[in-house]
């Protein structure tokens, strides 16, 4: 008995030390003035090797592309759509049977936005991001964010 209890014990620990690993994506987030009241907000992900994380704009039947949600705040207004920034790669995936384009490394996926008054206020929202390796994907996670703006 005193065996099962050990066995099911260091299986039970086995599996929590697993299911925690680290994501192989480092975020950062900040802001930059420009002139007038609008901001460059930068939202950046490092990924660790061997590992690439998904464009905005990787097409339907694809990997889960990256989608940036931003929380309404009546102090700000979006200008444009949010772009990126880094060494974009296109290859045709046997496994999704479509172009995908996606990052390794770094990626900047930056938006304008525009205070509507002086006020100090938060820039908030949530990245929702895939990545892969040529092995494996990993299933999809939620990074929340919130940018001073002052």
């Known amino acids: 008995m005193k065996n099962y209890i050990t066995t099911a014990a260091f299986l ?13 994506v480092n975020w950062s987030f900040s802001s930059q003035k420009k002139p007038g009241n609008v901001y460059e907000v930068a939202l950046s992900a490092t990924v660790a090797k061997p590992w690439h994380i998904y464009s905005q704009f990787t097409p339907n039947g694809g990997p889960l592309p990256t989608k ?24 045709h995936d046997p496994y999704f049977g479509v172009d995908v384009k996606y990052f390794n490394g770094k ?3 930056v938006q304008l936005v525009k205070l509507k ?27 929340k964010f919130s940018i001073a703006l002052n």
Not at 12 to 24: D, G, R
Not at 77 to 84: K, M, P, R, T, V
């Open 117 to 143: 008054s002086k006020a100090k206020t938060n820039f908030t929202g949530s990245v929702e991001f895939m990545v892969c390796n040529d092995q494996q994907c990993l299933p999809p996670a939620t990074q």
């Open 12 to 24: 039970f620990l086995s599996f929590v030390v697993f299911s925690q690993a680290e994501s192989p």
């Open 107 to 109: 990626v900047d996926f």
């Open 68 to 91: 940036i949600t931003f929380v309404s705040n009546p102090l700000i207004q979006l200008d444009g759509a949010s772009g990126e920034t880094g060494s974009m790669k296109t290859n």
